[in-house]
């Protein structure tokens, strides 16, 4: 798990993880399920298969010197 959220609407929290692959993804759905069964009312999962990386400061700050 790489980051936890408190969220306001629909869900209560939202969870960002970072598996290897899908079988990997779907041990660790299946753990939480079975830890946390009387927590755990209902969940979705949105898989991203890359994550962009987007860069705000695209100079070299010696560029402005």
Known sequence: I????KVVGKW????DVECNNDKEF??????????LSDTIMD?????????YK??????EISEFE
């Open 12 to 15: 209560d929290f939202e969870y």
């Open 26 to 35: 779907r041990q660790l759905i299946r753990e939480m399920k079975d830890k």
């Open 54 to 59: 987007i860069n705000y400061f695209p100079f």
């Open 43 to 51: 969940y979705q999962t949105i898989t991203f298969y890359y994550d």
């Open 2 to 5: 790489i980051f936890v959220e």
